[in-house]
């Protein structure tokens, strides 16, 4: 069974950056595309950034710029930089190991899509 290990979220004031890590095991990490979904308040789970087998690295049109995934096979890690943080930002960020392709349009997230992910970890923007 998958199990995820988070760290890097807290509380951060607007403008500020953030890297969250999330150390992926029990799953061929190098085999799946990984990826980062988050919950704000009084809004649905949305989809924001993937990176594929291969390292590339795709955003949701909203968030691009400020969310960049990445991948680190020989630490199975992923990761998530943002920058210039707003208080609209504030949730609870969550990582997955996808199921199905990563990519432009929907990054992993399709409906339907199918994903292994743990508990998420609270990001907190103070304006």
């Known amino acids: 069974e998958p199990q995820f290990v988070n760290s890097g979220g807290g509380l951060v004031q607007s403008g500020g950056s953030l890297r969250l890590s999330c150390a992926i095991s029990?799953?061929?990490?190098?085999?799946?595309?990984v990826g980062w979904f988050r919950q704000v308040p009084g809004g649905t789970r949305e989809g924001v950034s993937c990176?594929?087998?291969?390292?590339?690295?795709y955003s949701a049109d909203s968030l691009k710029g400020r969310f960049t995934s990445s991948r680190d096979g020989a630490r199975n890690t992923v990761y998530l930089d943002i920058n210039n943080l707003k208080p609209e930002d504030t949730g609870e960020y969550t990582c997955?190991?996808?199921?199905?392709?990563?990519?432009?349009?929907?990054?992993?997230?399709?409906?339907?899509?199918?994903?292994?992910w743990g508990q998420g970890t609270q990001v907190t923007v103070s304006s």
């Open positions: 029990g799953v061929g990490f190098d085999g799946v595309p």
């Open positions: 990176t594929t087998i291969e390292g590339v690295t």
């Open positions: 997955a190991a996808c199921l199905n392709l990563c990519d432009e349009k929907d990054l992993c997230f399709a409906s339907g899509a199918q994903a292994f």
